[in-house]
């Protein structure tokens, strides 16, 4: 068994001191610990109306013209014998015809002109096409039952996960607390400290896949949440879990990894409301919403437009009360389940970004210092690696003496990529493979960019 593996299968066991769960015949959790992903059987288990479902029909078929009943069940997502029904309903109310059928003998199916001009009423009243939503109180159980405090982690699992990586002990001994604790957590330090790295790194402590609905309803509008630049897909088998049914689990939700959303300098406030696009009439789930059941890194916190203060104050309510409170654009609220690792980073001292009573409301403050010499040799060996040739041990003594040592420049972690990097760009330049001592000078030079650096002419 691999590292990976040992890891999958410590951070897959379940904390200590948790009884097994009770199973049905299906093998989901029964009572009030019962999965909610369970395929629906008819109309009623989706807690859709009918007429919401005819609308979605009516739009799939308004935008694909002619489809047959297969072609509808894989659209929606629900059973044949629900799409079934609603078909029949459409053809009683005048909405839709039978146009044939296929070879196989599966009936065709159009709209009338009646059923056009409904299609592009509820096109007007919501945009949304695809895969039938889940109501909204089915995404909040669904939220609760893939809550990353279900396992715990200890620090055999911390050290075994960042083993491939050179990073301080003292500092994973804050990480590993901090994430075992669900906790927010501050990462700050000087730029090139590596805390936007290592906070993407932390994904590899949070275990288990989870479900993402393609939409939830609120307030019968469709609010997009599946989002393929925040949720990656599982390839394969479906890993063993208790949402799951031999047949698969409820079509409408994607099985992915836990998601980790990163934003920047680029947010703003609006960016995490609900998102109303007036071209298509369709809602979007804000950047917090698609992160839940995963991790939430909003970088560089002090280069926002906003204020920060003004940030900070808007993840009060939903870091204390586990809830988020959001509106459509029709002004209706709502409140969303936030179960969230958010975590901050910034170049800049957390005392000037807030006042000691925010900061007292996030649970871990955690400074990324500069490397050591020894760091530095590791991650200069790492680096070499993942290049693809040996470390010379006479380079890196030359970079830390002749050039860091020179110049005062202290030893960051992004230094060895970043340096390596230009190096082999002139190396490639040149014709030539094997890094020099000439070929780091330019680097150097090209890579800084103060006078007392850069500017500084060695002589040979």
Request: glycine fraction near 8%; proline fraction near 5%; aromatic fraction near 6%.
């Amino acid at each position: 068994m691999n590292n990976d593996q040992r890891l999958h299968q410590m951070l897959s066991e379940p904390a200590e001191n948790t009884e097994p769960p009770i199973l049905n015949r299906s093998g989901f959790r029964t009572g009030e610990d019962a999965a909610p992903a369970m395929r629906p059987r008819n109309l009623e288990e989706t807690g859709l109306s009918e007429l919401y479902v005819a609308d979605l029909i009516s739009k799939h078929l308004f935008e694909r013209g002619v489809l047959d009943l297969g072609e509808v069940t894989r659209c929606i997502a629900l059973p044949g014998g629900t799409v079934e029904q609603v078909l029949a309903f459409l053809r009683e109310q005048g909405r839709a015809e039978v146009r044939g059928a296929t070879q196989g003998g599966m009936l065709r199916f159009a709209l009338t002109d009646r059923g056009r001009a409904a299609a592009m009423e509820a096109l007007g009243r919501d945009g949304y096409i695809g895969p039938a939503p889940v109501l909204l109180s089915q995404y909040t159980s669904l939220v609760a039952h893939q809550t990353m405090s279900a396992h715990g982690l200890d620090r055999e699992q911390v050290r075994l996960a960042f083993e491939d990586i050179t990073i301080r002990s003292e500092v994973l001994d804050q990480l590993g607390p901090a994430m075992h604790s669900g906790r927010s957590i501050f990462i700050h330090g000087d730029a090139g400290t590596g805390k936007t790295f290592i906070a993407r790194k932390l994904a590899r402590l949070m275990s288990g896949d989870v479900l993402v609905p393609h939409a939830v309803l609120v307030a019968d509008k469709a609010v997009r949440l599946f989002d393929a630049g925040a949720h990656e897909p599982v390839s394969g088998t479906p890993p063993e879990t208790s949402l799951f049914l031999n047949q698969g689990h409820d079509p409408r939700y994607v099985l992915c990894k836990r998601p980790v959303v990163i934003v920047g300098g680029e947010l703003t406030m609006d960016m995490l409301e609900v998102q109303y696009d007036t071209a298509t009439r369709i809602h979007h789930a804000p950047a917090q919403w698609r992160a839940n059941n995963g991790m939430l890194i909003i970088d560089d916190l002090g280069r926002q437009r906003m204020r920060p203060d003004e940030l900070f104050n808007r993840w009060i309510v939903p870091m204390e009360e586990s809830q988020d409170h959001l509106s459509l654009n029709s002004g209706q609220h709502f409140q969303v389940p936030f179960d969230v690792a958010l975590v901050f980073s910034s170049n800049k001292h957390p005392l000037e970004l807030a006042d000691p009573a925010f900061l007292r409301r996030i649970g871990y403050k955690i400074r990324f210092e500069a490397l050591t010499t020894d760091e530095y040799r590791g991650i200069w060996r790492q680096e070499c690696a993942r290049q693809g040739f040996e470390a010379d041990p006479v380079l890196v003594e030359f970079m830390l003496e002749e050039l860091h040592g020179s110049s005062n420049v202290p030893l960051l972690p992004c230094h060895p990529r970043d340096l390596i990097g230009l190096a082999m760009d002139y190396l490639s330049y040149m014709g030539q493979q094997t890094l020099t001592r000439e070929s780091l000078m330019k680097a150097w030079q090209n890579y800084f960019v103060d006078a007392g650096i850069a500017g500084k002419e060695r002589e040979s």
